[in-house]
């Protein structure tokens, strides 16, 4: 059977028992813990914590998984043996309270024996049995169901089952919550099958597990106990490339001579075909017999397997939105793409290289994931640009690595170790095969120590301070979205709370929006007897209780006292018009950049509004002009903005929920004309023509990936614009022309001065070779090597480069120190002929020090080295200072 085979017929197998076929959930995971999707399990856990109800009681489906960082992270593995990979494909078939252990034993049996013929006298399952301090009892049930499988089939149960303990066998989602023992499928792939089952859990790669099927039936509770759940669960996950590449490798279990490998899969052809072209090489699947020690045909193929990874991984989440970056797990994809590109140099392929491996990986998946193909162009954007950016940087890296193992006593600091992988991105294990090759080691704990700092430092910079206050109580319930609850509601203390000598109002029920989804709290006031308030916040406390920040304590009032609340009505509905505005900017950058794009952030505020989204590239000036256009021809058509309730399952195919934002059970849908639609609590205009105009302010980068867009609409646009107009109108006055000529006037005028400044740079020029001519003759003899120091006034670093090119041909072979200042910089350049070199000279070194003295600093190569300075007072004394350091540098 081939890889599609394979699949197809698991999803229809699953089909034929009342499965829903569900499509793959994305790679940016809806739990904010996670840095991927990295189970099949991740896009069903709403429905195990009973926060949201699973819309099919009976599901199947291929989950695209990456394990990479975090927790789960298959990386370094990846390419030394034949079965871990950064990115698979999880076949599973899931039950939300319907069936439970002997549907999901028995199909799991039905599917791999009789479907896809897997020989019985190679299985052994495992099922639970606790060990000392282990929660739970014997899985006792699972037990006799594989007891009577394994019977039937004429096999030993004795030999065929095996126990795990909970390390093996039991499976939790966290500390507390839903839980329950699992049984998995091994298959043993010896040459001979005849183990009888001796390799089962013991990292034997001639002995593969395959399937496990979870039985969540527990939920485990705070005080260590666990109770059974009211509706149990099954979660299973297949390993597709694991099966396929072991149909592949025995030819359908009829050779079991060669060794198992995920990789002998036809998903992997494609790509091998296009790296065997490009490196006139042959993938030979060997394995290395010393990982630490590969020779040159199994360096070769470990390269393969990397490349063959990798790029699924790049493929897939770029598809999905998540691109390179320098944070998180945008950082971790840049440092896979960086490992590929690192590993590929070993095979000598050209620059460039990674980028064409997009095609046959598209070709492999593409058909069952049909974002890849949508986003082709994008894929192969972001992975040249990445490329090309690092192979840039791959050269600098090389050199320090060379400069580093040039110095080392036998071993690599984990300090510099660490240094090529974070700022040249070099995964530690190819610094190792770099070292071998030189005859060195890398420390290791020195790594892992300077690793830990880096990771502690990511931890402090993420902690933030959250309002926790006393007290208990029901969320509060918002009114606020009817403009008729903003002026004088009534309602009542619920409680007066005081933290860090700031008070807060609660009330059981208010028009005050809190500060939440970027969207600012509301200001007011609130009023009781004879006295008022101002309210100059609103936040949100972990309970959901809306927290009224009071600019005073609010005398004689107490818990039951009647209060009217009033909102500041101008600021919210210029916070509305920003807020719409927010979406309909989201909608335009989609429309004309990509579907890739996804929010990373936003603020919306009465006077301005930010939207950051993950994008490949800057957004060019006229793209930024077409989208306000695209905006404020929407804004024409005054369409109605709508919302609506619904279920999360319920909701359109079309609706753009926001990665990180916790959904419930029911979801509010804002709809912008039917063209825009979001997942939102916020509060919105009625009709778009309410937000007036929208002007984009800036575009800027906030960190690699990540771009941002500030923009202003209403009554702040309005104020924009008018600024706009009247800076046109001082720059036309100023200029003596009318404001459309504007433009033109200033392009004349900056061709005139960017003229005079060729001019005047070309007579320092001249002036500077002619003091050069003047300079040749001050040359004297220092340490046999003819030497010449000198200072040239008003000369920059143009001038200093001319007087120098001069200079080397007149007096070689010589060393020549040139100091000069302009502008109040201070420049200097040295030049050491081959000659002076191998006396001892050296132009880069020789600079440091004499740069130092002016406050600056630089460095170069051995014959020509360039640096600046801040301190012109002190350009004499550098110059003079020449000498002695050539000296030490010759004696």
């Known amino acids: 059977m081939t890889s599609t085979e394979i699949r197809q017929s698991f999803l229809d197998f699953f089909a034929g028992k009342g499965h829903e076929i569900v499509p793959s959930a994305p790679l940016l995971p809806g739990s904010p813990n996670l840095l991927f999707t990295n189970a099949g399990m991740n896009p069903f856990v709403p429905y195990f914590l009973c926060e949201r109800d699973a819309p099919h009681s009976r599901v199947a489906d291929t989950q695209k998984c990456i394990r990479a960082g975090g927790k789960h992270n298959d990386l370094d593995d990846v390419g030394y043996d034949t079965y871990h990979q950064t990115f698979f494909e999880m076949l599973g078939n899931w039950s939300f309270g319907d069936y439970f252990k002997a549907e999901a034993i028995e199909w799991a049996w039905e599917l791999l024996t009789d479907v896809w013929g897997f020989p019985k006298e190679r299985l052994y399952a495992t099922i639970y049995k606790p060990g000392p301090n282990d929660p739970a009892e014997l899985d006792q049930e699972a037990y006799d169901l594989w007891k009577g499988i394994f019977e039937k089939a004429g096999l030993d149960p004795a030999e065929r089952i095996i126990y795990g303990n909970k390390k093996d066998n039991f499976w939790m989602m966290g500390d507390t919550g839903p839980c329950g023992p699992c049984s998995e499928l091994h298959i043993d792939l010896t040459p001979a099958g005849d183990t009888k089952g001796k390799l089962v859990n013991q990292d034997s790669p001639w002995c593969i597990e395959i399937w496990n099927l979870v039985f969540i039936q527990y939920n485990a509770n705070e005080d260590g106990s666990f109770e059974e759940l009211a509706a149990r669960h099954i979660d299973t996950g297949m390993g597709f490339e694991r099966v396929a590449g072991i149909m592949a490798t025995t030819n359908n279990f009829t050779d079991f001579s060669r060794p198992p490998s995920n990789y002998n899969a036809d998903l992997f052809d494609g790509i091998f075909a296009v790296i065997e072209d490009m490196s006139g090489l042959t993938y030979g699947a060997t394995l290395p017999a010393d990982p630490a020690k590969p020779t040159p045909d199994e360096v070769r193929d470990i390269v393969f397997r990397v490349l063959g990874d990798h790029i699924r991984t790049l493929c897939c989440s770029i598809a999905d939105g998540i691109l390179p970056g320098n944070e998180g797990r945008n950082y971790v994809l840049r440092r896979i793409l960086r490992r590929a590109v690192m590993y590929g140099r070993r095979l000598n392929l050209e620059p460039g290289f990674f980028a064409k491996l997009v095609v046959p990986t598209l070709g492999s998946l593409g058909n069952t994931f049909s974002e890849l193909r949508k986003q082709e162009e994008v894929i192969k954007k972001v992975i040249s640009a990445e490329e090309n950016a690092f192979d840039r940087t791959l050269d600098r890296g090389m050199n320090l690595f060379a400069s580093v193992a040039e110095q080392a006593d036998g071993e690599i600091s984990g300090e510099d170790a660490f240094t090529l992988y974070d700022t040249y991105g070099f995964p530690l294990d190819l610094t190792e095969i770099l070292a071998r090759e030189r005859g060195l080691t890398v420390d290791h ?72 989804g970027g969207q600012v709290g509301d200001v007011g006031s609130v009023h009781w007897g004879n006295w008022e308030v101002r309210i100059v916040d609103t936040v949100r406390d972990e309970a959901g209780r809306h927290l009224h920040k009071l600019a005073a304590p609010m005398q004689s009032a107490e818990a039951g006292t009647p209060v009217t609340l009033s909102l500041d009505a101008a600021r919210r509905r210029d916070v509305q018009r920003h807020h719409s505005a927010t979406h309909i900017l989201n909608w335009a950058l989609r429309e004309l950049l990509g579907t890739h794009l996804l929010q990373a952030g936003s603020f919306v505020g009465p006077d301005r509004l930010r939207f950051d989204f993950n994008h490949f590239e800057a957004v060019h000036p006229e793209q930024l002009k077409e989208i306000e256009s695209l905006i404020n021809q929407a804004l024409i058509e005054n369409d109605a903005v709508d919302t609506f309730e619904t279920a999360f ?71 924009y614009t008018a600024n706009e107009h009247s800076l046109l109108t001082q720059v036309a006055s100023a200029l003596s022309v009318k404001p459309n000529e504007a433009p033109e006037r200033i392009g004349v005028l900056l061709k005139k001065v960017k003229d005079a400044e060729k001019t005047i740079q070309d007579l320092q020029a001249e002036a500077a070779k002619s003091q050069a001519g003047d ?117």
């Open 445 to 516: 704990g020195g790594f892992e120590s300077a690793m830990e700092k880096q990771r502690q430092r990511a931890r402090d910079a993420r902690k933030t301070s959250v309002i926790k206050l006393a007290g208990e109580g029901a969320a509060t319930e918002f009114v606020g979205f009817d403009p008729a609850n903003w002026s004088n509601f009534e309602t009542e203390v619920l409680e007066l709370l005081e933290q860090d000598g700031t008070h807060y109002l609660v009330t059981p029920v208010t028009p005050f929006y809190a500060e939440m």
């Open 775 to 891: 300079l040749s003759s001050r040359a004297k003899e220092v340490e046999g090597v003819t030497f010449l120091a000198a200072t040239m006034e008003g000369v920059d670093a143009r001038g200093l480069r001319e007087a120098m090119d001069d200079l080397r041909i007149k007096l070689h072979p010589a060393v020549i120190v040139l100091g000069g200042s302009a502008d109040g910089k201070v420049f200097f350049a040295v030049s050491v002929a081959d000659e002076c070199q191998k006396k001892g000279a050296h132009a880069g070194k020789l600079i440091g020090p004499i740069a130092k003295i002016c406050d600056g600093g630089g460095g170069g190569k051995a014959d020509r080295a360039q640096a600046g300075g801040k301190d012109p007072s002190k350009l004499h004394q550098a110059i003079e200072s020449a000498e002695t350091f050539l000296r030490e540098q010759l004696g």
């Open 649 to 719: 399952d319920d909701k359109p195919e079309e609706v753009i929920a926001t990665f990180g934002e916790k959904y419930g059970n029911v979801v509010r849908v804002v709809d912008i004309g039917g063209w825009s639609k979001e997942l939102c609590g916020g509060t919105h205009v009625r009709q778009i023509g309410e937000i007036g105009q929208v002007r984009l302010t800036s575009e800027s980068s906030i960190s690699a990936g990540v771009r941002r867009i500030e923009a202003v609409c209403g009554r702040a646009a309005s104020r």
